[in-house]
């Protein structure tokens, strides 16, 4: 199995996290679907301050930094991104400082927002944060980072910059690989029958990197990506370059064909980082339910989309929704959560 994935086992990689995750069924959940039998991948449950999916991708990014004799880790994400929290943990955990760039993505200045969730996690930890103006300019603010980098190396350290924007090699996307690898593990030993997965489609590196890993893998299983940042028109072409940047990392042959590449942007409107009435109730459903926390940034809006899919599917197929984490964002946005209720 290990040689279908080529040179991933031979790249720089720190173990941070908590693995395999497990996969737990939601029988409250499925009850609503006539013959369907639910499941749900715990990358929630991934350790490490909170935990979540970048847990698995930091460890590809730190491996490299260590590898570097990095002391000082940069990073750039919206306000309330799990990202930067969680490289802020990875850093202490591993004696460096860390840097965080907090861009404005989403339309809103209310305190909750601004200053509780995820930005509290981030001082706890005793990050230094920077602000960038805009939300949707990735290259200019991989562009800062780098300025930002310059200014510490001026002063004797050795920083190592994560870049989110396309043309940087995805090494956080081989953390998906890794946990492909440990799914199709899974499946066979406990003779899990999954028809099709639903996760996030976000930076891309997750849904990449997972596909990727099944397709490596020769494991047939459809994955399906629900869009949270950007229409599947615009997702489609990046995860897309994003396979084929993995495939040139491993030094194998990619394995996903354009058809693989299957995206739903039905529950992304108004946008990143903006909850809709479908996306809210797919939180307070799964709460109420089997007592899954979901974010509203999301993993609300993928298990809308699950939903959805559970109610077209035909009688007798399993599917598993992937939990990427999130859990800070709630407090963030409790206002619109349980109104009244802050």
């Given at each position: 199995?290990?040689?279908?994935?080529?040179?991933?086992?031979?790249?720089?990689?720190?173990?941070?996290?908590?693995?395999?995750?497990?996969?737990?069924?939601?029988?409250?959940?499925?009850?609503a679907?006539?013959?369907?039998?639910?499941?749900?991948?715990?990358?929630?449950c991934?350790?490490?301050?909170?935990?979540?999916n970048?847990?698995?991708?930091?460890?590809?990014?730190?491996?490299?930094?260590?590898?570097?004799?990095?002391?000082?880790?940069?990073?750039?994400?919206?306000?309330?991104?799990?990202?930067?929290?969680?490289?802020a943990?990875?850093?202490?955990?591993?004696?460096?400082?860390?840097?965080?760039?907090?861009?404005?993505r989403?339309?809103?200045?209310?305190?909750?927002?601004?200053?509780?969730?995820?930005?509290?996690l981030?001082?706890?930890?005793?990050?230094?944060?920077?602000?960038?103006?805009?939300?949707?300019?990735?290259?200019?603010?991989?562009?800062?980072?780098?300025?930002?980098?310059?200014?510490?190396?001026?002063?004797?350290?050795?920083?190592?910059?994560?870049?989110?924007?396309?043309?940087?090699?995805?090494?956080?996307?081989?953390?998906?690989?890794?946990?492909?690898?440990?799914?199709?593990?899974?499946?066979?030993?406990?003779?899990?029958?999954?028809?099709?997965?639903?996760?996030?489609?976000?930076?891309?590196?997750?849904?990449?990197?997972?596909?990727?890993?099944?397709?490596?893998?020769?494991?047939?299983?459809?994955?399906?990506?629900?869009?949270?940042?950007?229409?599947?028109?615009?997702?489609?072409?990046?995860?897309?370059?994003?396979?084929?940047?993995?495939?040139?990392?491993?030094?194998?042959?990619?394995?996903?064909?354009?058809?693989?590449?299957?995206?739903?942007?039905?529950?992304?409107a108004?946008?990143?980082?903006?909850?809709?009435?479908?996306?809210?109730?797919?939180?307070?459903?799964?709460?109420?339910?089997?007592?899954?926390?979901?974010?509203?940034?999301?993993?609300?809006?993928?298990?809308?989309?699950?939903?959805?899919?559970?109610?077209?599917?035909?009688?007798?197929?399993?599917?598993?929704?992937?939990?990427?984490?999130?859990?800070?964002?709630?407090?963030?946005?409790?206002?619109?959560?349980?109104?009244?209720?802050?």
């Amino acid at each position: 199995m290990s040689a279908a994935l080529g040179r991933l086992d031979t790249l720089p990689r720190v173990h941070l996290g908590h693995a395999p995750t497990p996969i737990d069924e939601m029988a409250n959940l499925a009850r609503a679907f006539d013959g369907l039998t639910l499941y749900v991948k715990r990358d929630d449950c991934t350790g490490l301050a909170i935990g979540g999916n970048k847990v698995r991708q930091l460890e590809f990014y730190m491996g490299e930094a260590q590898a570097q004799g990095a002391d000082t880790i940069l990073i750039t994400g919206a306000r309330q991104s799990n990202f930067v929290r969680l490289a802020a943990a990875a850093a202490r955990v591993l004696g460096m400082d860390c840097h965080i760039q907090l861009e404005e993505r989403v339309p809103r200045d209310d305190p909750l927002y601004r200053e509780s969730g995820n930005v509290l996690l981030d001082r706890l930890l005793g990050a230094t944060l920077h602000t960038y103006p805009q939300g949707e300019d990735e290259a200019g603010a991989d562009k800062q980072l780098e300025t930002l980098a310059d200014d510490l190396k001026s002063k004797g350290r050795n920083p190592y910059v994560i870049h989110l924007a396309p043309g940087h090699k995805p090494l956080g996307a081989l953390g998906y690989v890794v946990a492909a690898r440990e799914l199709a593990n899974q499946i066979r030993e406990q003779a899990l029958p999954v028809d099709s997965i639903v996760v996030a489609s976000g930076s891309g590196n997750t849904h990449a990197g997972l596909l990727f890993g099944l397709r490596a893998l020769g494991v047939a299983i459809a994955v399906h990506g629900v869009c949270v940042r950007r229409p599947a028109d615009q997702q489609h072409a990046r995860i897309a370059a994003r396979c084929h940047e993995i495939a040139g990392l491993l030094g194998i042959a990619n394995p996903v064909s354009d058809a693989d590449v299957r995206l739903d942007d039905a529950f992304l409107a108004p946008g990143y980082g903006q909850l809709n009435d479908a996306a809210t109730d797919a939180i307070a459903r799964a709460a109420r339910t089997e007592a899954l926390l979901l974010d509203p940034v999301y993993t609300g809006k993928v298990m809308a989309g699950f939903l959805h899919q559970a109610s077209q599917a035909a009688p007798g197929q399993t599917l598993l929704f992937w939990h990427t984490g999130g859990t800070p964002a709630l407090f963030a946005y409790a206002d619109d959560l349980v109104p009244g209720q802050g």
